[in-house]
């Protein structure tokens, strides 16, 4: 059996079924037939590209320490003692040590990847909380400014309805623009961060889209409750105060 990456290197856009090759790290090298392909394993670094790799019998080619991998849908803790006991039918002296879960092992080599990822999933989400609230305040402080002027359109007969649209679709355009401007910069900077991602692609739209809504809901609140208590307020008290 070879992985793809060998069938592609020595095969490429042929059939690898029925070829033939040879080791020569072996005192006699046998012809070998392909009688399969397999998927790539990572074997080391997830950054590493995979290496063509062969899989061959155990009488071929013996080592001293081999795995025995078993799928099961029960509990792999459970089976746990089955496996042992089956194994040692077999050879009551053969050795049985780390034995664990898939997940387990897939946890301990991923460790570095996943504390990494955890870092600085913490440190995005701060910065997209602190720029919510950065953009929260812009926008609250522009509405407050604007109280003069509410007050005048109440005054003259404007509807509370209208007012309210009106302010936000005027936060709505300056949030728009600004997210706009933000992810025509994030997407130029992708190149700079695709090489610390994995199964991750750097312009995720999944992540984008989120950004962009938090951005714009948060924008929508900064202009809607300072709107809401600027409408609130006796429009000839605003402007006697003013």
Not at 10 to 25: S, V
Not at 189 to 215: E, K, M, N
Request: glycine share 8%; charged share 15%.
């Amino acid at each position: 059996m070879v992985n793809q990456s060998f069938a592609h290197r020595f095969w490429p856009g042929a059939e690898p079924l029925g070829r033939r090759f040879r080791l020569h790290d072996v005192a006699s090298p046998a012809w070998i037939t392909v009688i399969g392909v397999v998927p790539d394993v990572k074997n080391g670094s997830l950054d590493a590209p995979s290496e063509p790799s062969a899989y061959l019998p155990y009488r071929y080619q013996p080592i001293r320490n081999v795995a025995l991998l078993v799928r099961t849908r029960l509990d792999p803790a459970a089976l746990a003692p089955a496996v042992r006991r089956e194994i040692h039918a077999a050879d009551a002296a053969l050795p049985i040590y780390d034995l664990a879960p898939m997940e387990s092992l897939r946890r301990q080599n991923f460790w570095a990847y996943s504390m990494f990822g955890g870092v600085f999933g913490i440190f995005g989400a701060v910065a997209l909380a602190l720029t919510a609230i950065g953009v929260y305040g812009v926008l609250a402080f522009s509405v407050a400014q604007r109280r003069h002027e509410i007050g005048v359109r109440m005054a003259i007969g404007a509807q509370a309805g209208h007012v309210l649209r009106l302010i936000l679709g005027d936060g709505l355009r300056l949030a728009g623009a600004g997210v706009a401007a933000g992810v025509l910069g994030a997407l130029a900077l992708t190149p700079l961060v695709g090489s610390v991602l994995y199964a991750v692609s750097p312009s995720d739209p999944a992540s984008f889209l989120a950004i962009a809504l938090v951005l714009t809901v948060s924008a929508l609140l900064a202009s809607y409750l300072p709107a809401r208590r600027a409408l609130a307020a006796d429009p000839l008290s605003t402007l006697r105060g003013d």
